[in-house]
């Protein structure tokens, strides 16, 4: 069985494979310092039944973001480049939009609470 036949339900293939899964790729927007350590920890206080894994891969100018969901064998596999668009491929629920959504919540945050502490 190919990366691109996976049934929803295979959890035994590395995350990291799925990113030759045969799905269709599609602009997305990713959060800066994604594979901050910071940011690995609250995803996965949020999610943990996600399965995260960063890579960089310099030689393609890009780092590779993967997510699995252990209970429902959703994921999405981000390419994150600096020089050309950012593209995912995902199976299954909107599991993107949920992690965008967290991190872009906990940044404001983050940023509203720096604000406030230099003007006090």
């Known amino acids: 069985m190919t990366a691109a036949e996976v049934p929803r339900t295979d959890l035994e293939v590395p ?34 039944e996600l399965e995260q894994i960063h890579r960089p891969h310099p030689t393609h100018g890009e780092t590779v973001h993967g997510y699995r969901d252990r209970r429902t064998g959703d994921w999405v596999i981000v390419f994150e480049r600096a020089e050309k ?33 230099r003007q006090g």
Do not use: C, F, M
């Not at 959060?31 to 920890?41: F, G, Q, T, V, Y």
């Not at 668009?85 to 919540?105: F, H, M, N, Q």
């Open 15 to 48: 995350l990291l494979s799925l990113r030759h899964a045969g799905r269709p790729e599609r602009p997305a927007h990713v959060p800066p310092n994604l594979d901050n350590d910071e940011l690995r920890a609250l995803i996965t206080a949020a999610h943990p």
């Open 85 to 117: 668009r950012s593209t995912l491929k995902e199976y299954g629920g909107p599991l993107w939009d949920r992690i965008v959504a967290l991190v872009s919540r906990w940044q404001a945050t983050s940023r509203s609470t720096s604000h406030h502490s």
